[in-house]
T-cell receptor, first 114, second 115 residues
Framework: SAVISQKPSRDICQRGTSLTIQCQVDSQVTMMFWYRQQPGQSLTLIAT?????????ESGFVIDKFPISRPNLTFSTLTVSNMSPEDSSIYLC???????????FGSGTRLTVV | GNSVTQMEGPVTLSEEAFLTINCTYT??????LFWYVQYPGEGLQLLLKATKADDKGSNKGFEATYRKETTSFHLEKGSVQVSDSAVYFC??????????????FGQGTILTVHP
C-alpha cells in the first residue's frame, strides 16, 4: 500500500494566521482526501482533491477557508486560513490503497490555534 | 446519505477478556466496510476490511463479518491485550458514483485494557 509523508506533524499557530499542510505519496494516486478530526471526535471529510481539477468540498467546508492544491499525482497541500481556536484539530490526508478499499492515512497534523 | 453508528464507549476490559464493538451502517449499494485503529499519539491504521456481504475481515486476532441483512460489521476479539488499548473507528467506503473513495466514519470507541 501507499506510504504517505505528512508535515508538519504538529504546530501551534496564532489566530488570524494560515498554515499549509503537505502530503507526499510514494506512488501516483488519482484522488487524495483531506479529513479533520476535532478533539475527541471522529473524522470528517473536508474535500477530495483530484489532480488537474478543483477540489470537491463537503458540506460545511469552503475553498476560501480550506484551499487545496494538487499540482501532481503524488502531492497535495491543504491550507487552513484565517485560523481561530475552533480550527484546532488533527488534519489528515488519505489515499486509496490498491484494490477496492484499504485507504491509507498520513500520520496527521495536530494543529493548535491560540 | 451514508452513516455509521458505533457502540458508545469508553470500553474498559481486563486482559484476556472478550471484546465486541458494535457497528451498524446505512448506505446505498454495496459499500466496503473497514475498521481503523488509532493508538495513543499515532495516526490512523487500517485494522481490517470487508468488501462484500458475508466477507470476514481479520487481522491481529480481530475479526469482523460484513452482514448485509443486519447492516452490521461488529468487531470482535477473543482475548484482548493491554497493547490493544486504542480508539477504534468503523468506516464505510462509498460503493461508487462521484463520491467513490470517500470514507464515512463512526464516532470512534475508546478501548482501555487493564492488566
Amino acid at each position: 500500500s501507499a506510504v504517505i509523508s505528512q508535515k508538519p506533524s504538529r504546530d501551534i499557530c496564532q489566530r488570524g494566521t494560515s498554515l499549509t499542510i503537505q502530503c507526499q505519496v510514494d506512488s501516483q494516486v488519482t484522488m487524495m482526501f483531506w479529513y479533520r478530526q476535532q478533539p475527541g471526535q471522529s473524522l470528517t471529510l473536508i474535500a477530495t482533491a483530484n489532480q488537474g481539477s478543483e477540489a470537491t468540498y463537503e458540506s460545511g467546508f469552503v475553498i476560501d477557508k480550506f484551499p487545496i492544491s494538487r499540482p501532481n499525482l503524488t502531492f497535495s497541500t491543504l491550507t487552513v486560513s484565517n485560523m481561530s481556536p475552533e480550527d484546532s484539530s488533527i488534519y489528515l490526508c488519505s489515499v486509496e490503497g490498491t484494490g477496492r478499499g484499504g485507504y491509507t492515512f498520513g500520520s496527521g497534523t495536530r494543529l493548535t490555534v491560540v | 446519505g451514508n452513516s455509521v453508528t458505533q457502540m458508545e464507549g469508553p470500553v474498559t476490559l481486563s486482559e484476556e477478556a472478550f471484546l465486541t464493538i458494535n457497528c451498524t451502517y446505512t448506505a446505498t449499494g454495496y459499500p466496503s466496510l473497514f475498521w481503523y485503529v488509532q493508538y495513543p499519539g499515532e495516526g490512523l491504521q487500517l485494522l481490517l476490511k470487508a468488501t462484500k456481504a458475508d466477507d470476514k475481515g481479520s487481522n491481529k486476532g480481530f475479526e469482523a463479518t460484513y452482514r448485509k441483512e443486519t447492516t452490521s460489521f461488529h468487531l470482535e476479539k477473543g482475548s484482548v491485550q493491554v497493547s490493544d488499548s486504542a480508539v477504534y473507528f468503523c468506516a464505510l467506503g462509498n460503493a461508487g458514483g462521484t463520491s467513490y473513495g470517500k470514507l464515512t466514519f463512526g464516532q470512534g470507541t475508546i478501548l482501555t485494557v487493564h492488566p
